[in-house]
């Protein structure tokens, strides 16, 4: 004889997810600064250039990329050629030329000394390289947001209005599946937009992020996270859609020891200056600190294990990261038989605790993949299957014994 017991999946893996569950979600993956990611600014002068501008030159970079993502090098070009210099289309005697090169040196944005002198032309020339209003605004609504879209409007109007409606809509997908998340967040995606007029002056930022630096008729949109990291490819006219937008969006809040493509979490970032403020300001809507070097050293140690198809080239799609985030509650029907019970020993399962983050040491040991947290989670369902079937099987056969 047999009897059915109608299980929810959901209450079945739940305490699987949780046991395997990581304590950071690719978003909190965003605000970790491994330091490998750093811009080049080249600042070129000659002989020409008075002595007094290159010490506030000096100066102002000192202020200004002290907690940035970029360095800064002083080029003489009088005590010598540099190779970089061959980059810059060209340069007038007398006046400081900037280069910016991305950091794994491929490509290079020219910054131009400001032609109409400003009170501080020496800070408004270095400042533009770390700062600008977009730039502001996003650094504002990336930290307590759960991700902010940049939307770069195009020429074309009627382009530009079906795309914004693409990206409203993708806000309203992904918000009420919030909650559901490994890590809850309160505040839903935001939105930045650069206007058409604007581009010229967001230059150094779109460049950065893979974007036209220039007017386009296309309208351009990206998903950006955390510390001002791009999450997916950008998105160019057509393809603003509410469906791309939702998938990257959804890859967000993931859980970073899944089995997710470490590309997505290692996408570019903007030239940024994150400081005081910005640190604090993280802190507190993480609840953990970035900056600390374990938390690095354990963010580092993530991205590393898991599967990566950066060095091929092909990145991996996210089609199912939001249909897996909107699965609702199903069943799974569990045959038990009644007959006498073998007693069977449930797979050993070894217990992960998660100590706290002041008291947390290194690993010595390295995981050894994605596959083998998916094996372990395995063996945890079995393990809660084999529970039930046993209490099962024991209580059916007491009735009977009873009786």
């Keep these: 004889m047999k009897k059915c017991f109608a299980i929810p999946l959901v209450a079945l893996l739940a305490a699987t997810v949780a046991a395997h569950a990581c304590r950071y979600t690719v978003r909190d993956v965003g605000f970790a600064d491994l330091g490998n990611e750093r811009y080049t600014f080249f600042c070129f002068i000659d002989d020409q250039v008075p002595g007094g501008q290159v010490d506030q030159l000096g100066q102002a970079a000192s202020v200004l990329f002290g907690d940035a993502n970029v360095r800064f090098q002083l080029v003489d070009l009088a005590k010598g050629e540099h190779p970089q210099a061959k980059r810059l289309a060209k340069r007038k005697p007398g006046v400081p030329a900037g280069l910016l090169l991305s950091p794994e040196g491929e490509l290079a944005w020219p910054v131009d000394f400001p032609a109409a002198a400003p009170d501080n032309p020496e800070w408004a020339f270095l400042s533009s390289v770390v700062s600008s209003p977009a730039r502001d605004e996003l650094i504002k609504k990336l930290i307590p947001a759960y991700a902010v879209i940049l939307f770069v409007e195009g020429t074309d109007t009627a382009q530009t209005r079906r795309a914004r409606i693409a990206v409203d809509d993708a806000i309203k997908a992904i918000t009420p599946l919030l909650p559901e998340m490994p890590k809850p967040v309160d505040h839903p995606p935001e939105v930045v937009v650069v206007p058409a007029n604007r581009v010229s002056s967001e230059s150094v930022m779109?460049?950065?992020?893979?974007?036209?630096?220039?007017?386009?008729?296309?309208?351009?949109?990206v998903v950006l996270m955390g510390r001002g990291r791009r999450v997916g490819q950008p998105l160019r006219g057509g393809l603003v859609t509410r469906t791309a937008l939702q998938e990257s969006l959804a890859v967000?809040?993931?859980?970073?020891?899944c089995g997710l493509d470490r590309v997505w979490m290692q996408g570019e970032r903007f030239p940024l200056s994150w400081g005081r403020t910005e640190k604090t300001a993280a802190f507190k809507e993480l609840g953990f600190d970035p900056e600390n070097p374990q938390v690095k050293a354990e963010i580092s140690r993530i991205i590393s294990r898991g599967p990566n198809s950066r060095p091929s080239g092909a990145t991996q799609t996210a089609s199912s990261n939001f249909d897996q985030l909107a699965l609702g509650y199903s069943e799974e029907i569990i045959e038990i038989e009644t007959g006498p019970a073998v007693a069977t020993e449930p797979p050993a399962v070894k217990e992960v605790i998660m100590e706290p983050e002041a008291e947390a040491k290194p690993e010595p040991v390295e995981l050894e993949s994605a596959v083998l947290g998916q094996t372990r989670t395995i063996w945890w369902t079995l393990a809660v299957i084999a529970a039930v079937t046993l209490a099962g099987g024991g209580l059916l056969l007491l009735r009977k014994v009873g009786n």
Excluded: F, I, K, N
């Excluded at 779109?206 to 949109?221: F, I, K, M, N």
């Excluded at 967000?252 to 020891?257: I, P």
């Design 206 to 221: 779109l460049w950065s992020l893979g974007l036209d630096a220039v007017p386009v008729p296309e309208p351009q949109a």
């Design 252 to 257: 967000v809040g993931q859980d970073c020891e």
